[in-house]
């Protein structure tokens, strides 16, 4: 089956910088690529996501990149606040189910 | 997006006993997705819940300790039977939402049922 891996599992940042969590997948099948941020206490939010006849997508700070060649793809996060303070996961989608990375816990300093 | 209600919110349960956990979604769906989430870990699958048809469970997870109802294209329950200290965890209701309303839709979550077993 698929194994997402992902990188790092915490990350601390200062108020202003950018953040990038980087993902890797095994499997060459896996055909879109989502991101949730989950808050302390409440569920898994979509954030941004991408499919894999698609390179790049943007949507205002937040930004997702796609390498199928290499496997990975990639969360850019510019400008950061505190309140992008939370754990993030990437997941590959694969023949009718998620594999979810283990989770990045960004902390936003400021 | 899909609007997902999930009671309880949480729940703190003695060993032995059961809890169902409900999951609301504001419009039809074809299928609902159960998740479990240890903590400080990542999301596992616990099964697929079609309506009309038995739930397909995930490796490491049987009915008998999960047995999940789906009555209609909106609502399911999961159950978490004889409980023990290794079951807290947070449990996730999802559902697909896009073109099909399948599984390779784009997924959204519910807030979660946090589990507590004494």
């Known amino acids: 089956g698929e194994n997402v891996e992902q990188h790092p599992s915490t990350l601390s940042v200062q108020e202003g910088d950018s953040a990038v969590i980087k993902c890797t997948y095994s499997?060459?099948?896996?055909?879109?690529f989502p991101w949730y941020k989950q808050e302390l206490g409440k569920g898994p939010q979509l954030i941004i996501d991408?499919?894999?006849?698609?390179g790049e997508k943007k949507d205002q700070r937040i930004a997702v990149t796609l390498n199928k060649t290499a496997k990975h793809f990639s969360l850019h996060i510019t400008e950061t606040q505190p309140e992008d303070s939370a754990v993030y996961f990437c997941?590959?989608?694969?023949?009718?189910?998620?594999?979810f990375g283990s989770g990045t816990k960004l902390n936003v300093k400021p | 997006s899909a609007v997902i209600s999930q009671k309880p919110s949480r729940d703190i349960c003695q060993r032995g006993t059961s809890l169902t956990i409900q999951c609301q979604v504001d419009s039809q769906v074809t299928m609902m997705f159960w998740y479990r989430q240890q903590p400080g870990q990542s999301l596992t699958l616990i099964a697929t819940?079609?309506?009309?048809?038995?739930?397909?469970?995930e490796s490491g997870f049987v009915i008998d300790k999960f047995p999940i109802s789906r009555p209609n294209l909106t609502f399911s329950t999961l159950t978490v039977s004889n409980l023990s200290p290794e079951d807290s965890s947070i449990y996730l209701c999802?559902?697909?939402?896009?073109?099909?309303?399948?599984?390779?839709?784009?997924?959204?979550f519910g807030p979660g049922t946090r589990l507590t077993v004494l």
């Open positions: 991408i499919r894999s006849n698609v």
């Open positions: 997941a590959a989608h694969n023949f009718n189910k998620f594999y």
């Open positions: 499997d060459s099948a896996s055909n879109y």
């Open positions: 999802s559902v697909g939402r896009g073109t099909s309303g399948g599984a390779e839709d784009t997924q959204y």
């Open positions: 819940a079609n309506q009309g048809s038995e739930a397909t469970y």
